[in-house]
């Protein structure tokens, strides 16, 4: 039996969460996504105006939105385990009559709200400047949901072992921001010596940025169906352990 009260209700908390600080969790994101555009718009346009024969404007949109997407995700589910460890209030995940499942299915639904949300508010910034017909819709929401997905689980797990604000600094800025900018958001991995090519393979980020500007301008380095299977697969290793950390309290209940 699924409590969907209870999943209901950790959904509602962790999405009012992030919606109750929106200049912080929505509107900078943009800004600061807009500061990318425009930065490399006015350093590089001029000097690459094609990226495999795309404007280099429309090239970088998808990027943009897609690391957007990726940092809001994760920062939601971990921001809610560190502050509860620090703070001294994760007792209230714990104490209601929810499984790990149903924690783990909440947070991670509320992780992919504010990913969706805050890519959603750089789409429609981006748009007044640069415009681009949607190549496939169905590709984009996948890759968005997917993504947001995993950076959610990758959250949790930072959260669950991290137990200090600098720890999650250190994971947030050693192994998430230099993979979201390394995946080929401002440039085509092709233009990559090989060694670097193959390198990228192994980043999930990569399949996540690339499925979505396949979706968008229907440009990929890749197959956008490999990026779909890599992301699938790692979603559910992933939510695997997830699910028996948080099933066994790993250093959330002592």
């Known amino acids: 039996m699924i409590n969907w009260l209870g999943l209901q209700t950790l959904y509602i908390r962790e999405v009012n969460r992030f919606l109750k600080v929106y200049n912080q969790t929505l509107v900078a994101p943009m800004v600061n996504a807009m500061l990318f555009f425009a930065v490399f718009s006015l350093a590089i346009g001029n000097r690459v105006n094609f990226v495999s024969d795309i404007p280099f404007q429309t090239f970088i949109v998808p990027g943009l939105i897609m690391m957007t997407v990726l940092q809001n995700a994760f920062a939601n589910t971990s921001s809610s385990f560190i502050m509860g460890k620090v703070l001294g209030t994760f007792i209230d995940y714990l104490m ?38 949607i190549h496939d819709i169905f590709a984009m929401f996948a890759f968005v949901i997917l993504a947001s997905m995993m950076m959610a689980l990758v959250g949790m797990l930072a959260g669950i072992f991290a137990d200090t604000f600098d720890q999650m600094a250190a994971i947030t800025s050693y192994i998430v921001t230099p993979l979201a900018f390394l995946s080929g958001t401002f440039y085509s991995t092709k233009q990559l010596p090989e060694f670097w090519q193959t390198l990228n393979h192994f980043n999930p980020f990569f399949y996540a940025i690339d499925g ?31 699910y028996r950390l948080i099933s066994i309290g790993y250093r959330i209940k002592n």
């Open 96 to 133: 209601p009559p929810i499984s790990a499942g149903e924690m783990t299915l909440g947070m991670v639904a509320g992780g992919i709200t504010r990913g969706f949300a805050a890519g959603l508010m750089v789409f429609l910034a981006v748009s007044f400047f640069v415009t681009t017909e």
């Open 212 to 242: 979505f500007r396949y979706g968008m301008i229907g440009h990929g380095d890749v197959h956008y169906g490999h990026g779909l299977l890599v992301i699938s697969l790692t979603n559910l290793v992933l939510i695997t352990i997830v």
